[in-house]
């Protein structure tokens, strides 16, 4: 589904790359906008129906554009609840940024809203910005390709993952929160829009929450996994019916990894191939080797995989943190004897990087120019399950006091959580180097995501953007729902 050939890539790159050396003025000529719709799918999930949400493009789920093609998109709501798209990893204009009136409203059903900037190249994606309708799978990728992917000799492979659950996300929140709403603490953000209010405080231990947690931060508890899903899925499939991807021997892939799930952070393994990782949330980094590789909810990784010369298939699995859960895909040469795989693996997986091993290998290609700090400022990440509330700052969203800076400032953030939950923090309109990690100063990735584990700090630097309200949250769905979202209050320069 989410596959393009490498003969067919190279192909059709040849004439897109020959697009990129025409004049503006031209392109905005021959390129119409693309039309890309919010509408209701059914999926077969282990032999049961599901009927989901997503976005529909010109050639199936998600949008691919071709070096120098800007993003110009009509986006059509025809679902029968308003709703808004976040284009994840993109920087365009804050107007269209995506966020329920900041400030643009949620389009009404049967509405249609244009948009048009110039994206940024590498694997990134598009979802809803009301957690309960990224909870419906309303979410897709957005791949842009540069110069270089269509001069490499390699055949590319998408795999967004989600976790699902055939219980209504209103009652999949309301079961981990307890019932409780976020108006008692501010209000949730997206409250009121495409079902209801968004739960808030309160715990609740019944039904599908499990209890479990993994030993560690000196003998404290690590909170992981806080509901446990009905399917976790690779390209809207389970194992029980895997993707099957059809490949070339000896040939070159490569596999862009998504992880759109709303509370699961999975391990990516490639079993018996090789892997090099060589970007992270669309920014290439210098090429780290290894067969696992981790990505928390809102991250994207890029992996270029070699396949043996002989034929045979090669399953790239996901794997559940803390558990034994997975689903992934199955590379694949013509003819090939394709096994089945359990979606039970006999061993659980670890917690992610808990000691941000994985982060520290990784050194960004792309580094912010060098210039002096103007402004730093701390972010203290914390919450319980019991009473299940997340903050920043000691605030919820509703109550927040705003990350402040001025546009082109030289700006570090510190992200340091005394939760025992690991939390993915998300800031819009901007992309972050990683320059420290737990004190010590590294020159690590580009990133629009980065992962704080437990009793952890994390600093990021950035410069400043557009002088407008960014949000700054949490991308595990039901903490942002219950209050882990602030803004980054960017004003105009003096």
Known sequence: ?????????????????????????????????????????????????????GL?????????????????VDLTNTLDTPTIIHWHGQIPPNVQDGVPDMPMPLLAPGETRS?????????????SHVPIQEMQLLAAPLIVRSPEDLRADWQEVVM????????PPEDVLAEITGGQTANRHGGGHGAGHGGGAMPGTGQGATGNMPMNGMMGMGGMAMDLNDYDWDAYLANDRTLSDPEVVQVERG?????????????????????????????????????????????AMGQRLDLEIDLPSEGGAWPILALREGARER???????????????????????????????????????????????DRSQMLMLGGTMQPYVWTINGDVWGQQQPIVARHNERVVLSFHNMSMMGHPMHLHGHAFQV?????????????????????????????????ARWMLHCHHMPHLASGMMTEFAVTASV
């Open 115 to 127: 948009y048009d900037f110039e994206p940024r190249p590498g694997t990134h994606w598009m979802h």
């Open 56 to 72: 529909a493009g010109p050639s199936g789920q998600g949008l691919v554009l071709d070096p120098g093609q800007r993003f110009r």
């Open 251 to 295: 040939g070159r892939i490569r596999l862009r990894v998504i992880n759109a799930a709303a509370a699961t952070v999975f391990w990516i393994d490639t079993g018996a191939v090789s892997a090099r990782l060589i970007a992270v949330d669309g920014h290439t980094v210098q090429p780290v080797p290894g067969t696992q590789f981790g990505l």
């Open 435 to 467: 320059v420290g990690l737990n004190g010590r100063a590294v020159a690590g990735a580009l990133r629009d995501t980065i992962y704080v584990p437990p009793m952890s700090m994390i600093d990021v630097a950035l410069d400043a953007g557009e002088a």
């Open 327 to 373: 689903t992934g895909l199955i590379l694949a040469t013509q003819g090939a004897d394709v096994r089945r795989i359990t979606a039970l693996a006999e061993t659980e997986a670890a917690p992610f990087d808990t000691d941000l091993a994985q982060e520290a290998r990784l050194i960004g290609l792309e580094a912010l120019p060098d210039r002096p700090v």
């Open 1 to 53: 589904m989410h596959t393009i050939s490498r003969r067919g890539f190279l192909a059709a790159g040849a004439a897109a790359f020959a697009s990129v050396h025409l004049p503006r003025a031209v392109l905005a000529q021959v390129a119409a906008p693309l039309a890309l719709s919010a509408a209701t799918r059914t999926l077969d999930i282990d032999g049961r129906a599901a009927t989901v949400f």
């Open 160 to 167: 967004l993952l989600h976790d699902f659950s055939f219980t």
